[in-house]
């Protein structure tokens, strides 16, 4: 099943209009795709979606379930700009094994393989689930939230986020964390030894330490304390952090 919407952003002054609201550099996207969010002004997390460069046009591919949330702010924002955002009938296909003519690597991380926009899905049978928690990426409604800042999220490691390209909404919070802070909490790849499901509290010892996010068999993705990634467990089972994903503190 198809779960993405493409909304199809066009106008005159469409790049202008979404370079002041997204996390990336829109101009990125003029000979490809870019990944990017839009942020509440507090800077947590709206909605995540790939911008697609057309000659006339600019594609915005996101999760079905956050295209009418999308769709919603876009508008609010355009007040006057010279732009037009409607959805489109664009079908998104996405595969590991070799592309198709005219796919799009997905910029998030190589491993993700391709993505193609067009009339028919000839997707393949990767099992996205597992590829996303091996490759420590979050999942939309699942791992990204709305109380999600992106930082914690990995969007910098997934070329998510472009410090350089200046304003964008809820840029000043994402350029703290950045600049002026230790990330203290984040999401983190663990092994799970025992049954656990998606929102299950995890606990270091007899402490609150986070939250398990998305499953898939024997790993999963926690949003965890860095300093209580350590006796790890939920009700049913014990978690063991990929060490790699902690911080070290020093």
């Known amino acids: 099943m198809n779960d993405r919407t493409v909304l199809a ?23 490809g795709i870019v990944y990017a969010a839009l942020l509440t002004p507090q800077g947590k997390y709206l909605a995540d979606f790939f911008i697609v460069g057309e000659a006339d046009r600019l594609l915005v591919d996101v999760a079905e379930s956050h295209a009418s949330l999308l769709l919603q702010r876009l508008t609010m924002y355009r007040l006057r700009a010279d732009v037009q955002i409607a959805p489109t009938d664009h079908v998104v296909s996405r595969g590991t094994g070799p592309a198709p003519e005219g796919a799009l690597p997905d910029p998030r991380d190589p491993a993700l393989g391709w993505r193609l926009y067009g ?19 979050p999942a939309t409604g699942v791992d990204l939230t709305p109380e999600t800042y992106i930082l914690e999220a ?24 950045k600049h002026k802070t230790t990330l203290r909490k984040g999401l983190v790849r ?14 270091s010892g007899d402490r609150v330490a986070g939250t398990l996010h ?37």
């Open 9 to 31: 952003v066009s106008g005159p002054q469409r790049v202008e209009f979404l370079q002041g609201l997204v996390t990336n550099d829109v101009t990125r996207a003029a000979n």
């Open 119 to 137: 009339t028919l899905d000839v997707s393949d049978d990767t099992d996205w689930t597992t590829l996303q928690v091996a490759h420590l990426v």
């Open 154 to 177: 990995g969007f910098d490691r997934l070329h998510g986020v472009d410090f350089r390209k200046g304003c964008f909404v809820g840029q000043e919070i994402v350029a703290r964390m």
């Open 190 to 203: 663990v092994a799970i030894d025992g049954v656990a499901q998606p929102g299950d509290e995890i606990a």
């Open 214 to 250: 998305t499953v898939a068999g024997s790993q999963g993705i926690a949003y965890l304390r860095f300093d209580r990634a350590t006796d790890l467990h939920t009700t049913g089972a014990r978690l063991v952090p990929h060490a790699g994903d902690i911080p070290d503190p020093s």
